[in-house]
């Protein structure tokens, strides 16, 4: 698994990806050291594409995690297409109510339902430093012809693309 892309054609990759699966496991660094994963909504990231972002409750553990070690591991997955995608970065927490509203959807109201507005609902901004994608066999048909190659062959069906991408610079 390559890729013949260049750094900007990844980085489009990595964002079209995980527009479409959506939802992330959000791992944070606890104060004891230890990693703590939660399924977390990607909202419409910045225009720049290096910031992505997360409503919260603003007394959820996750604020005081990032607060204590801002390092961030995404981990996002469509077993059914075969796509991974694995992002790390630096999260912050981002009270600004203009904020907060520009990012909004209706949607969102399910969890929060104060609204963009309310003290108890926060905004966690990821600022991506890099990230690795695996865009791999998504038809039948083909994972099925790379299941026959490699047993012919006896060599794994390297048909799928892998990346990492830098976000930085």
């Given amino acids: 698994m390559h890729t013949d892309r260049n750094d900007d054609e990844m980085r489009m990759k990595v964002r079209e990806m995980i527009g479409e699966i ?5 791992t944070t660094i606890d104060q004891q050291g230890r990693l703590r994963g939660r399924p ?4 419409k ?3 720049d594409g290096r910031t992505l972002w997360f ?3 603003a007394d959820s553990p ?6 204590g070690d801002s390092r961030v591991l995404l981990g996002y997955a469509d077993t059914r297409s075969q796509d991974y995608v694995s992002i790390f970065g630096r999260g912050r927490v ?5 904020k907060k509203r520009a990012v909004w959807t209706e949607g969102v109201r399910t ?3 104060e609204g963009p507005e309310s003290d108890k609902v926060a905004l ?5 430093e890099g990230a690795e994608y695996w865009d791999g066999i998504s038809s039948s048909l083909r994972f099925a012809f790379g299941y026959a190659q490699s047993l012919v062959s006896g060599k794994p069906d390297t048909s799928g693309e892998n990346a990492k991408v830098s976000f930085s610079g």
Avoid at 40 to 43: D, L, N
Avoid at 62 to 67: F, G, R, V
Avoid at 94 to 98: I, Q
Avoid at 124 to 128: D, T
Wanted: charged share 25%.
């Fill in 124 to 128: 966690i901004g990821v600022e991506i």
């Fill in 94 to 98: 981002v009270r600004d109510v203009a």
């Fill in 111 to 113: 969890w929060l339902p």
């Fill in 55 to 57: 409503f919260t409750r």
């Fill in 45 to 47: 990231p910045d225009p």
């Fill in 40 to 43: 977390m909504r990607t909202q």
């Fill in 22 to 26: 959506g939802t992330a496991i959000f």
């Fill in 62 to 67: 996750k604020i005081a995690e990032l607060e």
